[in-house]
């Protein structure tokens, strides 16, 4: 199983961005499809996440400005940036898992794609 993400790249601040993920080599479908971040210096942490059913969670530097969504008949999963600001800047990676009896299980990682936000 491979998830290939895409859509990466340089921005303006105020500018959007669209990443994409898709899964490959798989014929499940993940019941959770997530996008994380790691900012220079920082830990990877959650940007925002979506369950098979749709259900959404953000972080909250993101709410407001940052869509997830996913195709279940596709296997895919992205993330619509808008407003992006310097501090959106990152390496942002997809992971498809699993989310079930209130529990989130992360499980294969993309190779992550970088943003770089400018102001």
């Known amino acids: 199983v491979q998830l290939q993400a895409s859509g990466g790249g340089s921005a303006q601040a105020g500018e959007s961005l669209r990443l994409s993920c898709e899964v490959f080599g798989s014929p499940n479908i993940y019941s959770l499809m997530s996008w994380y971040r790691q900012r220079p210096g920082k830990e990877r942490e959650l940007v925002a996440d979506i369950t098979y059913r749709g259900v959404i969670d953000y972080a909250d530097a993101v709410k407001g400005r940052f869509f997830i969504d996913r195709d279940n008949a596709k296997n895919e999963a992205s993330l619509q940036m808008s407003d992006l600001k310097p501090e959106d800047t990152a390496v942002y990676y997809c992971?498809?898992?699993?989310?079930?009896?209130?529990?989130?299980?992360?499980?294969?990682w993309g190779q992550g794609t970088q943003v770089t936000v400018s102001s």
């Open positions: 992971n498809a898992g699993y989310a079930g009896g209130g529990e989130k299980v992360l499980g294969v």
